[in-house]
């Protein structure tokens, strides 16, 4: 069973905009990552954030995370067509660490 | 250092075969985590190991199974194989620890197609 439910399904917008994703969660978590998949290839894992951070970032992604609504956004500024790919949260429970993924938001944007 | 490699990239096989993917981590990773992904389940955990013992485990049969060697590759078997278990089946490998708590590098995949 999926554990994060990511929001909204599919994203479209033009370069050089932003895109921000949401995910929630039901369980109390370790940490909660972010993945990008390019046209069903392997993922590539962009940012993990633990259960006692709040916001982290890296480059042009913006990971936040609120334990008490059980959610996580993530934000890309200034899009390019690069970004252009299916964006997955996974979350890791505290008492069996294992990576759940969701169902994963597409985004495509536009040049 | 290379990424993790999988293979075959492709298999087509058929109802009943039994299938074995083969993942190498990246060196001096010595855990392998192995995922199922259909556009139906989403992506699936299937089972890591960490110095050739499963240390955890999914919801999958038990004709899902896997090893892992002294060298830290990979294989994964699936006996008596079904339409469902059409997939991308995607490896895994992290440094140390539990796969959910260290960075996961993730390698192409295989696509099965089961006919």
């Known amino acids: 069973s999926q554990q994060g439910e990511e929001d909204p399904q599919a994203l479209s917008i033009q370069e050089g905009e932003n895109a921000t994703m949401n995910c929630s969660y039901k369980t109390s978590i370790n940490n909660l990552q972010w993945y990008r998949q390019n046209s069903g290839r392997g993922l590539v894992h962009l940012i993990l954030?633990?259960?006692?951070?709040r916001e982290k970032h890296s480059g042009r992604l913006r990971v936040t995370l609120d334990t008490s609504k059980k959610s996580s956004s993530l934000l890309i500024t200034a899009s390019r067509a690069a970004d252009t790919a299916s964006y997955f949260c996974a979350t890791v429970r505290s008492n069996d660490y294992k990576l759940s993924f969701g169902a994963g938001t597409t985004v495509t944007v536009r040049a | 250092k290379a990424g993790v490699t999988q293979t075959p990239r492709y298999l087509i096989k058929t109802r009943g075969q039994q299938v074995t993917l083969s993942c190498s981590p990246i060196s001096g990773h010595r855990s392998v985590s192995w995922y199922q992904q259909t556009p139906g389940q989403g992506l699936q955990f299937l089972f890591e190991y960490f110095s050739e013992t499963q240390r955890n485990k999914g919801n999958f049969p038990g004709r899902f199974s896997g090893r892992q060697f002294s060298n830290s590759r990979s294989e994964m078997n699936v006996s008596t194989l079904e339409l469902g278990d059409s997939a991308l089946y995607l490896c895994?490998?992290?440094?140390?620890?539990?796969?959910?708590?260290?960075?996961?590098?993730f390698g192409p995949g295989t696509r099965l197609t089961v006919l």
């Open positions: 895994a490998s992290s440094f140390s620890g539990l796969a959910g708590t260290d960075t996961q590098y």
């Open positions: 954030i633990r259960s006692n951070e």
